[in-house]
């Protein structure tokens, strides 16, 4: 075989013994920026699609995205973000990072959170609200942590309406025996 040659080449689809209908997945969503909300409500969305059992464990900052105050209201900051790109249509300055100063000017982080819902928004994703009804209509399984509540000074009521219930660590571990745990 010469350099220019190649061998054809196969997919290659890993058996994780998916045949029976007994997966689960928990995620844990720990942090409250909209950017770190979303890979986490995506893949649900993903893993119920595919008839997997869906867990959604939400502690510390994460609680924003279920408490009824912030939930509609998540930011997202540059600052501190290394991969910022420039919003896209800036010609050639789209393929380029954000300069790490600009992150911290006033105003960037309204500026950004209202580019990355547009972003979000274009591509017929729902907010973050929309989202968790979704999910939760689909068979999603919402827990908020009850270490974060009591430190948040909060009450189940407080809580987005769909949130099963409020539980300890140890619950957790019981919910999520077995499962594939995704922490974000």
């Known amino acids: ?9 196969t997919n290659v689809v890993p ?29 649900a969305n993903g893993a119920l ?22 939930m509609d209201d998540l930011k997202f900051t540059p600052l501190g973000n290394a991969a910022m790109h ?8 789209s393929e380029k990072h954000m300069p790490q100063g600009m992150g911290g000017l006033p105003g960037m982080t309204s500026m950004a959170t209202k580019m990355l819902k547009k972003q979000i928004a274009d591509l017929d994703v729902p907010e973050v609200p929309e989202f968790l009804q979704m999910l939760a209509d689909m068979g999603a399984q919402l827990w908020a942590c009850q ?11 407080d809580l987005f309406d769909e949130v099963i219930d409020v539980i300890n660590v140890s619950e957790f571990m019981e919910l999520s025996e077995g499962a594939q745990i995704v922490f974000v």
């Open 147 to 157: 270490m974060s509540v009591d430190m948040m000074d909060l009450e189940q009521e």
């Open 49 to 70: 699609g595919e008839g997997i059992e869906t867990h959604i464990f939400f502690t510390f900052w994460g609680l924003d995205m279920i408490n009824k105050k912030t």
């Open 86 to 93: 420039m919003p896209p249509g800036m010609g050639k300055l």
């Open 15 to 43: 058996d994780f013994g998916d045949d029976d209908s007994d997966r689960k997945i928990c995620f844990i969503c720990s942090k409250g920026n909209l950017d770190m909300a979303y890979p986490a409500l995506i893949m």
């Open 1 to 9: 075989m010469t350099a220019t040659e190649t061998t054809p080449t």
